[in-house]
């Protein structure tokens, strides 16, 4: 079975997460779209893993799954918190830094 | 090629089935007007993730996947989307005004990782395309890199876990 087709689904899946990133405006759905890149590295991780016939792409990917785990609960609890001290989730109405 | 094919057929048929699902699901993700529909369209694309994994002969990580991400992630997801009180039905004010500009974005991205990783795997023959599919990858074999090589970065990821685990609690009680 070729190796380019997984790497070709990979970087598709990838480029979704990216458009979303960019175009979305909701925190939830931001975090999901980073979701979506997160998987498309694993998908590669685990494809070259069976390439190279060594279980260490799927350690790797475990240790993927692991911190996106993390980083979605900080991430929600980030946002939850936004909502709760500004009226919105909204990122771009987020701009209290701006200077 | 045609060797390849015909070897591993049934699984091409998987694939391209699970990979075309996965994509209109992955579409779905970012550009549904209702964010219940999107991050059920979620679950499809972690879902599929899951299937490519068993084809790839991880089925520790499918199993893995299926219970973190569908079980976990998107019930979290889910939940953050009820306490921000987002609107359950269709709106408009999901998406801001630089679609086009991000369209623009990931259909270059996708050109130039596509032509680059065609080049590199497809066209340089099949010995560098071929996927050694012989025998599915035993989990006491990952648990032996875990534990043996990797030891030091999964004990670095389960102080991290800790840390987020009291982030995520600090940054979210009400005081």
């Known amino acids: 079975m070729p190796v380019t087709q997984f790497v070709l689904l990979s970087a598709f899946l990838f480029c979704t997460g990216v458009y979303g990133v960019l175009a979305r405006r909701n925190g939830v759905l931001v975090l999901m779209s980073i979701e979506l890149m997160l998987n498309a590295v694993n998908i590669n991780l685990v494809a070259f893993s069976a390439r190279l016939n060594d279980a260490a792409g799927q350690v790797f990917a475990l240790f993927v799954i692991a911190i996106a785990a993390a980083e979605v609960g900080v991430g929600l609890a980030i946002v939850l918190l936004i909502y709760r001290n500004r009226v919105g989730v909204n990122l771009d109405e987020i701009d209290l830094m701006k200077g | ?175």
């Open chain 2, 1 to 175: 090629m045609p060797v390849i094919l015909a070897e591993y057929a049934g699984q091409n048929v998987a694939f391209w089935i699970i990979a075309l699902t996965m994509a209109a699901a992955a579409i779905g993700v970012v550009t549904m007007k209702n964010i219940v529909h999107a991050a059920l369209a979620l679950v499809v694309v972690l879902a599929g993730v899951a299937a490519q994994y068993v084809l790839l002969q991880a089925e520790f990580l499918g199993i893995v996947q299926v219970l973190i991400y569908i079980g976990a992630v998107i019930v979290l997801f889910l939940f953050g989307i009820m306490l921000t009180r987002a609107p359950m039905r269709k709106s408009a004010e999901y998406d801001n005004d630089q679609r086009v500009l991000a369209g623009l974005v990931a259909v270059l991205i996708f050109g130039v990782l596509a032509y680059l990783l065609a080049d590199e795997f497809g066209f340089s023959g099949p010995e560098a395309d071929k996927l050694h599919l012989t025998t599915p990858t035993q989990t006491t074999a990952i648990a032996d890199s875990i534990f043996r090589t990797y030891v030091v970065a999964f004990e670095a990821v389960s102080l991290l876990l800790l840390a987020a685990l009291i982030g995520a609690i600090v940054l979210a009680r009400r005081d």
